[in-house]
């Protein structure tokens, strides 16, 4: 799975963060949020689309609880900067709820595997072979979520704007 990330996403339990880090580590907590703290979104939306290039395809990636709000206006802002050669479409969804990376985590439970995510491809929507898929989601932590929802479109990269997970494959 190849995974484009606008920043790079440091724990606090590492080493101190420098400015740009907890930065960093702020905007990326704003994006779970639905309230929409449009500076963080309108930021890191701009970073994440330098890294692309239209035509393109950007599926939100839906949140723990199935929720398409966050990410879906992380899409849309992502699509407005790259022009009308970049779409967005709502492919996915999940079919159950799942316990949120960030609680895992606390609890000190391992990642969930992608095929226990339950993230299924929406009945109709079809995607053109030669267009770039990305799916759109505020950090990657393991690379799980984003390898089940390459799983339920057969394409696609990851496009996030913070990177927690170190060891990228292709």
Same mark, same amino acid.
């Given at each position: ?15 101190? %963060? ?8 702020? *905007? =990326?907590?704003? !994006?779970?949020? #639905? &309230? ?31 929720? %398409? ?8 802002? *992502? =699509?407005?900067? !790259?022009?009308? #050669? &970049? ?84």
């Amino acid at each position: 799975m190849i995974i484009i990330a606008a920043r790079r996403y440091v724990s606090p339990r590492e080493r101190a %963060l420098t400015p740009e880090e907890a930065e960093t580590r702020k *905007i =990326a907590y704003t !994006l779970k949020e #639905r &309230a929409f703290g449009e500076e963080s979104f309108t930021k890191a939306a701009g970073e994440m689309a330098a890294l692309i290039d239209p035509p393109c395809v950007l599926v939100p990636v839906p949140a723990s609880d199935g929720n %398409l709000e966050a990410n879906g206006r992380l899409a849309l802002l *992502i =699509a407005e900067q !790259l022009g009308p #050669r &970049a779409k967005v479409r709502n492919a996915l969804y999940r079919i159950h709820q799942i316990v949120s990376q960030c609680t895992r985590h606390r609890n000190k439970l391992g990642p969930l595997p992608a095929e226990a995510h339950g993230i299924r491809r929406r009945k109709g929507i079809m995607f053109n072979v030669n267009i770039p898929v990305y799916f759109v989601d505020n950090v990657v932590t393991s690379g799980n979520t984003l390898e089940a929802c390459r799983l339920a479109i057969s394409i696609g990269r990851g496009l996030v704007f913070a990177d927690a997970y170190r060891s990228h494959q292709a």
